[in-house]
């Protein structure tokens, strides 16, 4: 008869899993918080998702249930845990060339009228990805600029790129990506992205010049925007559905009061303007012009 295996003394001792039940008070009051600090709505139907997210930052904070967690955010020791909250219930969800025909909108219709408009003088192009997540869509924008562009060396060119979630760009600004994201792109896109090699085997880096072009910096798109335009391009893609009416509107105010005239403004697929803009007209699938 085979005798059981004696445990191993030296094993860790495996902690016991949180409790991970959210009330409807507390899913209430998270809500509430992430509305008031990022304009987030969270809905009643995504309270399992909410559940989930939470437990991560119960567990890295060492606490035993996500009543534990809530309770300690309604607490003034909890100020620094605040955007830890908010990189936790963010949706970060993109790839390179999402909704393609943005960005061949950019690289054939945009960008020619650019370069055209400031020849013959040190021409200043500016373009914002508003919400950048881990930074495939201003890479993207980069590789499609860069592919008219040339090397060109007349252009004052600058992409920021901004995110809410502090996490996300620092991975976005090391341009590391696995190599299969790559490998998967339509061969007419594939040659715009350069890339060297990654940190690990099966990875893979946007190169330095592409880099350069991009910017990234936090923000918190309801709260001050420390820069003054104007924007060239605003890319705001699949954020909108995440505010509620009134945040939309003062959102897309701020976006048109920074964006040149004729310039041009990206919404995501599933998007369209709170209500109409007098100063945007529809050019597009989801992408507007800046009339006036």
Known sequence: MTRAASPNPFALAQPAL???????????FIATLVYEQA???????????????LARRVKALGMNSVAEYCAFLKTPQ????LPEL?????????????????FDHLRKDVMPRLLQERSGRRGRIRIWSAACSSGEEPYSIAASCRDVMGSRSDLDFKI????????????????????????????????LLK???????NEARIVEDLRRMIAFKRLNLIEKWPMSGPFDVIFCRNV??????QTKASILDRFVGLLAPGGFLYLGHSESLPQPHPKLRLIGRTIYERTA
């Open 39 to 53: 304009g987030i709505v969270i809905r009643e139907h995504k309270e399992a998702m909410t559940r989930g997210r």
């Open 86 to 102: 908010i990189n936790a219930v963010t949706t970060n969800h993109t790839a390179f060339f999402r909704e393609r025909h943005h």
């Open 78 to 81: 909890a100020a620094g845990e």
């Open 160 to 191: 920021l790129a901004t995110d809410i979630d502090t996490d996300i760009l620092t991975r976005a600004e090391a341009g590391i990506y696995p190599a299969e994201l790559f490998e998967r792109l339509p061969g007419d896109v594939k040659p």
């Open 18 to 28: 949180a409790d991970v039940t959210l009330t409807r008070d507390d899913m209430k």
């Open 240 to 245: 909108f559905i995440y505010f509620d009416t």
């Open 195 to 201: 890339l060297e090699g990654g940190a690990g085997r």
